[in-house]
């Protein structure tokens, strides 16, 4: 399983640096500037994590849910990383993740999923996804999907804090001169955001 793990999260780490390189003559912006630095953050985590389930992880609770739970992590902050510099989330980790997650929790009995919550996220983000066509894409709308599978019903507090969230940091860097009216908001980074707390919290 441990090796599972580290093949999956080198896999994972070639894609977004394959990402970083189609982008990296892009036009200069915030996220830009702090790419290399989450990108450090997030080796730096892929490294932690593997050690973490190798060692403290299997010795406090089975390997299988140890691997669940530091792979989901790790896609969710890849997921992250790539839609805040690149503007997209990957269909390859997003439906991925989502086979992953429905297999261990089928295999291993591992994760409280939920087809409602998923079928509750996607439903109210394509709705918004139809209402502001070109500011948010099928990305946004099927990462709702999976973040409703691991979330329940509570995907509906969680997109509309991330719309709220998405909300302040748009007027606050409006007001700064550091973002246009026809900039594209990444709201996958919000949404995920808006997850982690949800996951740590509630």
């Keep these: ?9 080198a896999i994972m780490s070639v894609y977004i640096s394959r990402q970083y390189r189609e ?8 996220a830009y500037l702090i790419f290399p630095l989450l990108r450090g953050c997030l080796d730096l985590f892929h490294l932690a994590t593997s050690i973490v389930a190798g060692f ?4 406090t609770m089975p390997l299988p849910e140890a691997f669940f739970y530091v792979f989901v992590a790790n896609a969710l902050l890849a997921l992250l990383f790539i839609d805040l510099k690149c503007m997209r989330l990957p269909n390859v980790i997003v439906a991925g993740s989502s086979f992953f997650v429905i297999l261990m929790n089928t295999v ?11 079928l509750l996220g996607f439903g109210m983000s394509f709705v918004v996804a139809i209402a502001r066509m070109g500011a948010f894409g099928g990305g ?3 990462l709702s999907a999976l973040l409703g599978l691991l979330a329940g019903p509570d995907i509906a507090i969680i997109i509309l804090f991330g719309f709220v969230l998405a909300g302040v940091f748009a007027l606050q860097f409006l007001s700064m001169g550091l973002l246009s009216r026809k ?11 808006a997850y982690a707390l949800h996951f740590l919290y509630m």
Excluded: N, Q
Aim: charged content about 15%; glycine content about 14%; proline content about 2%.
């Design 1 to 9: 399983m441990f090796f599972l793990y580290a093949g999956a999260m």
């Design 23 to 30: 982008t990296e003559d892009s036009k200069l912006s915030l």
């Design 56 to 59: 403290f992880l299997a010795k």
């Design 108 to 118: 291993f009995g591992i994760g409280d999923i939920s087809f409602y919550g998923a």
């Design 140 to 142: 946004d709308v099927k």
């Design 183 to 193: 900039d594209y908001i990444p709201y996958g980074v919000f949404f995920i955001g």
